[in-house]
């Protein structure tokens, strides 16, 4: 069984440097968790494990080719207003 959240508007994270999505949480085993690209599972992704949206956003960006305002930063640049929380626990 595998669970999806979406990050909070109020977490800061980077989009994906490959297709700029913005990621998900996905759960891989109990209680183990990666946050990914929802496009593409070639994409970056953390190691399995604890939430580590500082990870992601380590390897995500180095190739931002848009100027982020600190806004959009703390924004996520999000399109979809879709927050679904804890759709498996
Ligand atoms: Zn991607």
Known sequence: MRGYINIPRS???T?????????????VEQGDYVVKCPNNDSHYQTNPGLIDIDDWNQHNMQNLEVEFDHS??????????????????
């Open 11 to 13: 977490v800061a994270c």
């Open 72 to 89: 959009s930063m703390i924004a996520c640049h999000d399109s979809q207003l879709n927050y679904t929380m804890f759709l498996t626990v």
């Open 15 to 27: 989009a994906c440097m490959h297709c700029g999505a913005r990621p998900i949480i996905s759960m």
